[in-house]
């Protein structure tokens, strides 16, 4: 090219991309055009005071040297390479070079043009951040959704599968490209399936909903409990479906099966055993009270009422029952307490009461709770008071009754021994007297022995 042709220099200064000339030798610029001039910020006079190497960001001077050299070594009339140029306000660029060597008055120069590239790698690092989060969010989708725990679902407005996750067939034993086309609501059992299709129809008015647990069928004919949080997504494009998230809960709802059962039974053996039960939270001084307090003792359990205990305890027995009870929450070798006291009932009749409480402590022997049974023994007391009433009685009678015959067989015994020694008697009458005398002395032994028992009996 020879630069000297005004032809040229019209084309090299009215160019809108960046051009300079530089010597290959001195790397001094010998020509800039205005583009580069507007472009880089740096005066025409600056520009010719400089050298190529002063436009580069130190930290790329190692890069331009090797250029350099490879300029010199191979001279090549054209290269197309990026380099990093600093502009005179201290921005650095990217910029895209296409050189071409030429002869100019003499020495080897470089026409050099620059085309700023910054925001087209911008654009394009933009991109490929772009594409490698949505390559990574489809992974984290995949990870999820398709080996996740829980089973993901996608289903049109007539409950047609769309799309299933792959979770389906460890959890239901089902796989997903069966079921696609199929409707969701035929494997919902009878009893629960209208239920489950009004909450779906319901997303046309909210945008989620959450189905309490419902039977469905699996891949072996069994029914298994899963709980499912569906989402209306009919608007998304990308989606235009219900996304439904569903977990297998059948464990848990056997367990809480199980446990109600167990409940069930706890209470017919409290019923039964005819005790109240009361859970005593020391720490939060918080007590809970079983049914057996309302249908042993009256006392309406739906208003709380943390002092019903306390409240109602015959008066003259108050003062023990609560020291009985205090010194053996303060006593860490006490693990179970026996009390008894008189109590009042809603309908304010005094019953007897039996209380046995046995105590849960910390590791420092600090009561932290207590559960204590309430047994009403007031028939059992009237029980042992009217048997212990009935002894004394049986023992008066029995002393009285038996202080008349004694006197009675005294008599007897007495009048057998005279009878004995008069002449009229025959000796077969005297053997006779004498066995008379015997039966009445072994039953005058027999009154005695039964009334030292009654008065034993008694003292028990």
């Given at each position: 090219m020879d630069f000297r042709n005004n032809l040229y220099k019209d084309i090299f200064q009215l160019s809108p991309q960046p051009m300079?000339?530089?010597?290959?030798?001195?790397?001094?610029?010998?020509?800039?055009?205005?583009?580069?001039?507007?472009?880089?910020?740096?005066?025409?006079?600056?520009?010719?005071?400089?050298?190529i190497k002063e436009i580069r960001p130190e930290d790329t001077v190692s890069q331009f040297e090797l250029a350099m050299e490879n300029v010199h070594n191979h001279k090549q009339c054209f290269t197309n390479k990026r380099y990093k140029h600093l502009?005179?306000?201290?921005?650095?660029?990217?910029?895209?070079?296409?050189s071409n060597l030429f002869e100019l008055n003499g020495s080897l120069a470089e026409l050099i043009i620059a085309t700023d590239i910054t925001l087209q790698l911008q654009h394009e690092q933009a991109a490929k951040r772009l594409e490698e989060t949505l390559l990574l969010s489809e992974k984290r989708f995949k990870a999820l959704v398709q080996a996740g725990l829980d089973l993901t679902a996608i289903i049109d407005i007539d409950g047609k599968y769309q799309f299933l996750s792959e979770s389906?067939?460890?959890?239901?034993?089902?796989?997903?490209?069966?079921?696609?086309?199929?409707?969701?609501?035929?494997?919902?059992?009878?009893?629960?399936?209208?239920r489950v299709i009004e909450q779906i129809n319901s997303l046309l008015e909210v945008e989620i909903i959450h189905i309490q647990p419902f039977r469905f069928l699996n891949g072996?004919?069994?029914?298994?409990?899963?709980?499912?949080?569906?989402?209306?997504?009919?608007?998304?494009?990308?989606?235009?479906?219900?996304?439904?998230?569903?977990?297998?809960?059948?464990?848990?709802?056997?367990?809480?099966?199980e446990l109600g059962l167990s409940n069930d039974r706890y209470k017919l053996m409290l019923k039964a055993a005819d005790e109240a039960i009361c859970d005593w939270d020391i720490e939060n001084d918080i007590t809970n009270w079983s049914v057996g307090f309302n249908e042993i003792f009256g006392y309406d359990l739906d208003v709380y009422n943390n002092t019903l205990w306390s409240d109602n305890i015959f008066p003259d027995d108050k003062e023990q029952a609560l020291k009985d009870l205090n010194d053996a929450v303060?006593?860490?070798?006490?693990?179970?307490?026996?009390?008894?006291?008189?109590?009042?009932?809603a309908n304010r009749e005094v019953a007897t009461i039996h209380y046995r409480g046995i105590f849960l402590r910390d590791k420092d022997g600090k009561a932290i709770r207590a559960i204590g049974s309430y047994r009403d023994i007031t028939a059992y007391k009237e029980n042992i008071s009217q048997v212990q009433r009935q002894a004394i009685q049986l023992q008066e009678i029995a002393w009285t009754q038996s202080h008349k015959i004694r006197d009675s067989l005294a008599k007897i015994i007495g009048l057998v021994d005279l009878l004995k020694y008069e002449d009229f008697i025959t000796d077969s009458q005297k053997e006779i007297l004498t066995f008379l005398n015997k039966s009445a002395t072994d039953l005058d032994k027999g009154i005695r022995e039964i009334v030292n028992i009654t008065h034993t009996l008694n003292k028990s």
């Open positions: 300079w000339i530089y010597d290959i030798n001195t790397l001094c610029f010998l020509e800039v055009n205005e583009a580069a001039i507007l472009h880089y910020g740096y005066s025409r006079e600056n520009f010719l005071s400089m050298t502009k005179k306000n201290g921005d650095i660029i990217s910029v895209e070079i296409k389906c067939i460890s959890l239901l034993n089902i796989y997903p490209e069966k079921m696609i086309g199929k409707i969701a609501y035929d494997y919902i059992h009878p009893e629960d399936r209208e072996d004919n069994e029914w298994r409990w899963l709980t499912t949080t569906a989402r209306n997504m009919l608007g998304d494009p990308a989606i235009f479906g219900i996304v439904a998230n569903s977990a297998d809960v059948t464990e848990l709802i056997n367990k809480n099966q303060k006593n860490p070798e006490t693990e179970v307490l026996h009390s008894e006291y008189r109590f009042f009932k």
